[in-house]
């Protein structure tokens, strides 16, 4: 059996695994990073490369998150423990 250190550094080495589990993170996170009145209208729908892409409900909500993307990328970020995510894309 190989220790959890060694899993966690093969995840980290591959591109499309580490991009997988910073989306199953980034999910697990997302409502305590943004809070409920966010959660309710955007949701994350994937991770590429330092990129993260969320599916908004609204043009206005999407204008309105847009303002607020630095905000919502620095809370992404701390609730993950590691600074992943650099940009967002609201779709």
Known sequence: MRPLSYILERIFSDP???AHFIEG???????????????RVATPI????????VR?????WRNELHLMQQQIIDHVNEQLG????ERI???
Do not use: M, P
């Not at 994937?46 to 892409?53: A, I, P, V």
């Not at 908004?56 to 206005?60: D, E, K, M």
């Open 46 to 53: 994937s991770f590429d490369n330092g990129t993260l892409y």
């Open 25 to 39: 993170a980034i999910s697990g996170v997302w409502n305590r990073a943004v809070g409920e009145r966010i959660a």
């Open 16 to 18: 499309k695994l580490k």
């Open 56 to 60: 908004v409900r609204s043009a206005t």
């Open 82 to 85: 590691r600074n992943e995510v």
């Open 89 to 91: 894309v609201f779709r």
